[in-house]
């Protein structure tokens, strides 16, 4: 069976600060991975995805992830945070046509 | 590209009344989804058609939830009759493929 599992249900950083939300996954295959986020009464932006190929992927916004097979791991950082930032996130596995996605992570930039 | 369209943004039902919200995908899409997001977790997939044929209903709760997607295009999801659990936020996506999927801004639905 398919999980997603984001460690740390909120993370609060300061303004120009590291950005680093989890995603771990377990899965009997290799599969595609996504990154969202969501706004306040607003559904769900695609920011990245990996399917194949380059493990380091760049997406909107500044921010890249990196899909690490031996840690299944698919971390979503940005270098400095932005106001505009704070958001939910969620990380999903898409695995045989199927779509699977973690509880979701509230991140707060504090100015 | 005009994206997802769902309708209603908000509804207020009280318990045991029927309610149904539609979902126009993105053009030349599809793949159909329908999604239900209770406060505080992720998306849980309901429904997923493939043109106007049910791929994956397994946690569509049958007995009260029903879902179509007439001619592969709109979709209506109904719900009859509602509970106080089914208060949430009911997201409808689409996709050419597998990789990616486009949200609409979701129905949020309040039981009483």
């Known amino acids: 069976a398919q999980s997603v599992t984001q460690l740390g249900s909120h993370v609060s950083v300061s303004e120009g600060a590291l950005v680093l939300l989890r995603c771990n996954y377990s899965?009997?295959?290799?599969?595609?991975l996504f990154w969202y986020v969501q706004y306040p009464n607003q559904g769900l932006q695609l920011l990245l995805k990996?399917?194949?190929?380059?493990?380091l992927v760049k997406g909107i916004n500044g921010f890249e992830a990196e899909f690490k097979k031996s840690e299944t791991s698919f971390h979503l950082t940005k270098p400095s945070a932005h106001m505009s930032d704070a958001a939910e996130y969620f990380c999903a596995v898409s695995v045989t046509n199927q779509f699977y996605f973690g509880t979701g992570t509230s991140l707060t930039v504090i100015p | 590209e005009a994206g997802v369209a769902q309708s209603p943004r908000y509804k207020i039902i009280e318990k045991r009344q029927s309610v149904a919200f539609w979902c126009n995908p993105i053009s030349g899409h599809a793949t159909l989804y329908w999604y239900q997001q209770i406060l505080g977790q992720g998306p849980k997939l309901l429904i997923q058609?493939?043109?106007?044929?049910?791929?994956?209903d397994s946690q569509l709760p049958k007995d009260r939830f029903s879902a179509e997607r007439l001619k592969g295009v709109d979709s209506t999801l109904k719900i009859q009759p509602a509970k106080l659990e089914d208060s949430a936020v009911y997201l409808c996506?689409?996709?050419?493929?597998?990789?990616?999927?486009?949200f609409g801004p979701g129905t949020r639905l309040t039981v009483t």
């Open positions: 058609f493939q043109n106007n044929g049910v791929v994956d």
């Open positions: 990996y399917t194949t190929g380059a493990t």
């Open positions: 996506a689409s996709s050419t493929d597998t990789y990616e999927q486009y």
């Open positions: 899965s009997s295959v290799p599969p595609y």
